[in-house]
Structures are given as C-alpha cells and as structure tokens.
C-alpha cells in the first residue's frame, strides 16, 4: 500500500521490511522526512551495517540508472567506480563508524550509460537507542558540471598568468588579496633578491624593495587603484634601493584589470631608466607596446570567455547534426538497396546490349543496301539509349562520379525537344526559348537529357493535364544576381523549367529531392528522378533551385559550368601511325578474353574486319595458356570472370616479366581496381575498342623509344642525388608514361635533403606551382608558392628560368634536366644541377612535380 504525504502525493513504497529499517535507522522518522528524500535532486540512500541497499530517493536511481525493483540486490560499492570502490571499505566506512560521519569527493557509475559521475558525499552512521551502528545514510550531489566550469577557468586563469610570466617586458600581477601573483621573465632580475617571491603580500614586497616613505607611498598608490580602479603613472625619479647597494630609477604604470575568475587585479608595468634622457625617448615606445600587451591580454580572456558561451551552441550544433547523419544513414541504406538489385543485374545486361550494339555495327559495316542501314543505325541508337540508362541507375544507385563533358545545349536540347513533347500528358503547351551564342557547358550529356526530360515529365504531371511548360536556356555570368556562390566566380549557363501548375507549400518543397520522396498515388511514381536531378547537378560542380508556392506553379533552375577546356574529342586514327597500313587496318594479333560467348564472337567478328587477328580465350587459364605458346601483341579481357578475374590475369601476365599492352572491358563504371588502366566501358560500339587498342599499341612502339632516351639521359647526371631520383622515377613507372604521384618515395633518395615537391594546378592561367616539400639544404632558397608567367627561358634570372623549367616538365610530361658550372670571380666556382620528374594522381594529367635540386661551391682549383 502507498504511503500519502501531507500534500496529498504518493510516496513509492520501500521493500518489505525496510521502510521500517530506515524510519528506526533515521531519527526521528517520518512521513515528511521520506518525502523530503523522495523530492530532493540529491542522492540519498540507506545501507544497512552490512553495506546492502535498504532504500535510493528518485534522485538517486535516475544519478545511477536503476530502477526501483533494482536496487535491492545492490551494496553500497556496486554504483562506485571500481578504481575507487576499496575507498568505501578502507575510508569512508571506518572514519563514519568512528567520527559519525564522513565527507568526500566520489566518482559514481551510471550503471545504464557508463558515464562517470563526480559527486560531493557525506556518509553518516546510524545507531540504535543502545548507541549500535544499525546502517549508513548516505547523500551525494552531482558536482560533474561544477568541476568542468572549474577545470575550464584554471585552464583561463593558467593562459592569462604565462602570457605575463613569459613576456620579455617588466610586468607583475597582483591580485584582489594584495598578494603578488605572477612576474614576467622581464622583470626577475628586480625582485632576484627577495625570497619567497609568488604569493607574498605585495606590501612586503615594495618594503623589501625600497626604503620609506617611498614604499608606503608606492602601496598607497596599488591600494588606491585596486579600489577605484584609476590607473596611476609614476615618473622615474632615482631612489636608493633597500635590498642592494644601488641607486635605480623606475617608471612605472598601474592599472586595474579584470580576472578570468571575475575577481579585479593589478598589472604593474615598470622599466629601468639609468639614462634619463634616453629614458625619456623611449619611454613613449614602451607604453604604447605596454598598452597592445594590455589590450592583447584582455582580448585573449574576452576570446576565452565567449567560448564558454558558444559551448551551449556546439552541444546543440552535434545533436542536430547527429540527427541529420542519421537520416542520411538511413537514405544511404534506401540506395544500397537499390545499388544491389542494379548492380546484380547491369552486369548481363550490358553484355547483352554489347553483343546487340556489336551485331548491328557488323551489319552496317557489311551491307550496302541503305534501307538495311538506316534500319541497324536505329537499332544501335536504342541500344546506346538503353545502355546509357543502365549507367545513369547504376551511377545515382552507387552515387558514383558522372563523366563530364563539352556539351552543346541548344543542339542537346534540339535533340530531346520531340521526346518532350512526346511525352506531354493532356493539352499541355510547351516553349523552348534558347539564347543565342550559348557557352558550351561541362556535363554527362546523357545525365543531362535525363534531368530535363525528368523535370518536363514531373511538370506535365503536376500540372494534370493542362497548363504552359516553358524551358529557357541562357548565360549567366558571376556578375549576374541570380549567380549562384557554389559556382565560385565561374561563368555558368542556366536552365530554367517552369510550369504553371498548382505549385507546392513548403513542407513539400523541402523534401522533394529526397530519393523514395514522391507525390503521386501509388503505383504512379518511383520518388527517384528529382533524386537523380539534385544528384547530377552536384556532381556537374552546378547548383539547383527551386521555387514554388501554392497556386504560382513550380520553377527548377540549374546552373552549370561553362566549358572552358576547348574539349576535342580524340583524333582520328591516322594512316601514318605504326601499326596500320595505308586503309588504317591493323596487322597485330590480339587475344580476346571474356566468358560471355555471343558477345566474344561478336567483338571478335569487329575486330577481324579492322584487320587484327584475333584469338578468343573463354576464361582467363586458357588465355595463360595461348599466351605461353602464342605470339601475341595486345591482350583484350573482361574484368568479371569466375574462377580467375581479368585483373588478375593481367596481374600474372605483368609478374612473368612480359610488357604486351592491357586493355579492360567492364560494365561497371570507375572501378577504383582499374585506376591508370585502359579501361572500355560496356557496352561499347567497335569502333571505340579499335580506337583504344590502337592507342595502347602505339605507346608500347613509344615506350620503347622512350627508354633510350632515359638511358642517355641517365648517363649525363652528374650527382648521386639526381641519378637515384631517376632511377626511383624509371622503377615505379610500371609501364605508364607518367608514374602515379602516390607511389613516390622520398627516401628512395640518396639525398632527401635536397628534394622538392611541388603541387601542379593547370586550370589557372598562367600556371600555378604551389611547394609542398623544400629539403632543408634548400629551405631558404625556394618560396612557398610561385605563379608561373610567360617570361623568356633565356637569361640570368634565376627565378625565370625556374619557373621555365617547371612549366616545360608540366606541359611535356617529360624530365627536365639542367646543368652548370659557374666560375663566380671571388676564386670560387659554383656547380648547379637540378632534375624535374613529372608525377600523376590518374597516370594522365600531371599534377605533380618531384625535383632534386643540388648547388656546390668549392674553390677554383679543386676536384
């Protein structure tokens, strides 16, 4: 039965047996004594002589994390944290059984949480009419927020006291008790003397200093300024010291300053004038840099002060963005899903359209009936179509990375105008404004057709049959109002998609992008297409806006970057390149890999009409076979193969010692195991694999020619240090033009002292060179970061000719190499040697360049 207090409120029962315990144990017991515990925000607990819980206040179980029914089984040291617990056994129990009571800073555990609990506990015994210990009453207050305030404000009050300690300047601090607090390292030769020094009281300081009245006059002057806080300037008159036969003349200046711990202080700051007239000079100067360091000093406790103010809005800051990681974890969970259905599926599919695509081309490339032609084109445009949607899924479902490029937007948009129309719903009227002399824009194109067919599509929807869908594509420049900042100063070209249609509030308007967010019945929309908008225009480096309010219609605007890379697609094969006759067909023998057999044949049928013998292997152990006992000049494999990968295989290939060039055919895009590999992407039209593996053939004649000229080139370095750098360049090149920048070495140096790095950025007019490593010995002859300019190579200046150097290795990709010997005229000569080696992050572009850098001197006549 419940126990009501004088207010009516229910009191929660004790176990049985034990509210009779702690009413004999208590003095004086009562309903009003219980229910002060049940109601205090202290913890409060009875322990019988044996340490068994007998009762915990509310307060209490919340402190812990336990419920009512759970501590009853407990004892007075299972809430302790176990490093503390034989403190209860061997301190508090003993000193509350001989003094009555025991008062102490704990740690408790929450045993729910784990978190550690300071608390301020007192323990007292309680005994029975006979003066026996019958139990223990303990209370304890959670002190765990006081002490971080606490442990923050030492840290304050430690800053503020080793600015001062550690200026070079004459200064002391002396605070609200009149005691002296810190001294700068300035200032320990006038007080060297007197010892102890910190914490004396001040007056007894300026007493041991100097004799009276000065000294009393001088505490006067402190006192004074302490409680009024008017600051004081002394001018430097000579006194006769009292510590030392001397006489000294000190100016000085007192003013009263505020402490980290709110509490008022003194800062003193004094210098010595044995030259009065020099004295007066200088004396300006001084103050004015007493008055920064005073002025710094309050700055630093202002900034110190508004962080603790700010720690609220962090802890606040971290829970909303804990909430939000979680709803992307979530999200992220919804693509994986997705991911794994498409990509169980993209892989067959693409070389089912391969084979189709390769069929077609075959048919084309055969037939010279037009009719048939025409026919085999259509086919392939919606293989190609259906190839670029898988990609486009598997792309937004693995959010991987699109492939940008120069795109034409009125002739893009040209293109999908019909299939706009085409797709209206209802007596929906469209217009299609495109301004003249558009930029080119830098995106997927096919990802760029699926956007806007995607917004015309859901425009056509909302507006339910009839309205006015209007599509405008015009240039927008940085100095335009509507310029987006995420575009960062670049020119952009944006695409507006408005309708007039009911519009959405913005609840609605909010959440549209979300991936599985849609609008429509069930059954009538996947919630995934303003996904994959938001999703390509944040991998195009764009931005998207959208505006809406109910009853106004619905407007989309995406701004993309304009193209500034004039992007030219790949040459055409040329007829004088090696390995093709006068037609432009090859005579090498390649060995096809793949363990899709129609789509095999079809690739093969492709190639032997380019002119290449071709040799089909099912799998990657018979093609290790072929490659023992065949000669063959480029090996062609597919990526996903069971038992033994393509990777693999080319692997095997590379550890036998033998350089035939490697081309990848896969379905799944920027696979990370393919990094700085030719790599075709499935499905593909023939022409594509001919062009790749032609250009794959071509390097491997140029490789070989390149090797020569490194061969001399080595033979011409003069120093250890350039000659292991090459050597270290030339071993991890692993069949690349451009080693990748990642497999560099530094160590791998005979002298890492004299090696630069630096960083290459080639979208920057003129190029930029930003050094992230100078060796030591050339430290101070290098700066951080130069812009390269279109100075003449010639010439006597170093810092030209530098930059020359740089850009020619950037452009070429190739090694610089420069030599001198200099004949300074002072009876010394001066030997210069530097080597460039270009790097890569992609095996492509160079992003990097790795330098040794070696300058002797030594007199003229030496060796």
Not at 195 to 210: E, Y
Not at 698 to 711: C, K, M, P, T, V
Request: charged content about 25%.
């Amino acid at each position: 039965m419940e126990d009501a207090s004088e207010d009516g409120h229910c009191v929660e029962p004790l176990a049985k047996g034990r509210r009779a315990d702690f009413l004999k144990a208590v003095p004086h017991g009562s309903a009003a004594l219980i229910q002060m515990a049940e109601y205090t925000g202290d913890l409060i607990g009875l322990c019988d002589a044996g340490g068994r819980l007998a009762y915990l206040n509310p307060a209490g179980r919340r402190l812990i994390g336990v419920e009512a029914a759970d501590i009853f089984p407990m004892r007075l040291t299972d809430y302790v944290v176990p490093e503390q617990r034989h403190l209860v056994e061997e301190v508090v129990v003993p000193t509350a059984r001989r003094d009555g009571v025991w008062e102490g800073e704990m740690q408790l555990v929450n045993l729910k949480t784990d978190d550690i609990i300071d608390v301020q506990r007192s323990t007292f015994a309680t005994r029975d009419e006979r003066g026996e210990i019958t139990g223990f009453v303990s209370v304890m207050r959670d002190i765990t927020h006081d002490k971080v305030q606490k442990g923050r404000l030492r840290r304050q009050i430690e800053t503020f006291e080793a600015l001062i300690a550690n200026n070079p300047l004459e200064i002391c601090l002396v605070d609200a008790d009149f005691r002296l607090r810190v001294v700068s390292r300035g200032a320990q030769t006038v007080f060297e003397n007197i010892q102890p020094l910190l914490g004396r009281d001040f007056a007894d300081v300026l007493r041991a200093l100097w004799p009276e009245p000065f000294a009393s006059e001088a505490i006067a002057r402190f006192r004074q300024t302490l409680d009024t806080g008017m600051a004081y300037d002394a001018a430097a008159t000579p006194k006769q010291r009292a510590d030392i036969e001397a006489r000294e003349a000190y100016g000085w200046r007192i003013e009263r300053v505020t402490l980290p711990d709110e509490c008022y202080g003194i800062v003193c700051y004094f210098h010595e004038l044995i030259d009065r007239e020099h004295g007066t000079r200088a004396l300006g100067r001084r103050e004015a840099e007493l008055r920064d360091l005073n002025i710094d000093l309050e700055r630093r406790v202002r900034a110190r002060t508004a962080a603790l103010n700010q720690a609220n809005a962090r802890l606040t800051a971290e829970i909303e963005r804990r909430e939000a990681v979680q709803a992307a974890q979530l999200q992220s969970q919804k693509l994986e899903a997705v991911g794994q259905l498409v990509s169980g599926i993209a892989h067959d599919f693409n070389n089912i359209l391969g084979a189709v695509i390769g069929g077609l081309t075959i048919i084309q490339n055969r037939n010279d009936d037009p009719r048939i032609e025409q026919i085999a084109t259509m086919g392939q445009r919606a293989a190609e179509r259906g190839a670029a949607l898988v990609r486009q899924l598997l792309a937004f479902a693995r959010q991987e990375d699109v492939v940008a490029q120069r795109v034409d937007l009125a002739g893009a948009i040209s293109e999908i105008s019909d299939l706009v129309r085409h797709g209206m719903r209802g007596n929906v009227a469209l217009a299609i404004d495109c301004d003249d002399d558009l930029w080119p824009v830098l995106a997927d194109p096919t990802q760029l057709q699926s956007a806007l067919l995607n917004l015309a599509n859901n425009a056509s929807d909302a507006m339910n049959g009839g309205g006015h869908l209007h599509i405008a594509v015009s240039n927008c420049a940085p100095t335009s109002p509507d310029h987006p900042p995420e575009l960062d100063g670049q020119d952009a070209i944006r695409i507006v998609v408005a309708d007039n249609g009911p519009g959405m509030d913005s609840d609605t308007l909010q959440r549209i992008t979300e991936p599985f967010f849609t609008t429509k019945a069930r059954g009538k929309g996947t919630g995934l297409g303003l996904a994959m908008v938001q999703r390509f225009v944040e991998q195009s480096g764009g931005a998207l806006r959208i505006e809406s309010r109910p009853g106004h219609g619905t407007t989309f605007s995406i701004f993309l970057p304009r193209a500034v890379d004039p992007g030219a697609s790949d040459p055409a094969p040329r007829s004088d390149e090696p390995g093709f006759n006068a037609t432009g067909r090859a005579f090498e023998t390649v060995l096809l890999v793949d363990d899709d057999a129609e789509l095999c044949a079809m690739i093969a049928e492709g190639l032997s009409d380019d002119g290449f013998d071709v040799i089909v292997a099912p799998d990657a152990q018979a093609a290790l076979l072929m490659l023992r006992t065949r000669a063959i000049d480029a090996l062609v494999t597919d990526v996903h193969m069971p038992d033994m990968t393509g990777n693999d295989l080319v692997a095997q290939v590379r550890a036998s010692g033998s350089d035939i060039p490697c081309l990848f055919m896969t379905g799944i895009a920027n696979e990370a195991a393919l990094d700085g590999e030719t790599v075709v992407q499935k499905p593909f039209n023939p022409a594509v694999l001919h062009y790749a593996l032609r250009r794959i053939l071509i390097a491997r004649d140029q490789r070989a020619s390149d090797a020569e000229r490194l061969d001399r080139l080595t033979l011409r370095l003069k120093s250890d240090c350039t000659r292991s750098l090459l050597d270290h360049w030339r071993a991890i090149r692993a069949g690349q033009v451009i080693p990748l920048f990642e497999t560099f070495t530094i160590n791998a140096c005979s002298e890492p002292h004299r090696i630069v790095v630096a960083q290459i950025d080639l979208g920057k007019v003129p190029i930029h060179f930003t050094f992230t490593l100078v060796g030591d010995t050339l430290r101070n002859a290098v700066p951080h970061s130069i812009a390269a300019t279109e100075m003449p190579v010639s010439g006597n200046d170093s810092l030209a000719a530098r930059e020359a150097a740089y850009r020619r290795c950037a452009l070429t990709g190739k090694p610089s190499h420069e030599y001198a010997r200099i004949n300074l005229g002072d009876g010394y000569r001066e030997t210069f040697e530097r080597l460039l080696l270009p790097f890569s992050s992609d095996g492509i572009v160079v992003d990097h360049i790795v330098g040794a850098v070696v300058i002797e001197r030594e007199a003229v006549g030496e060796r």
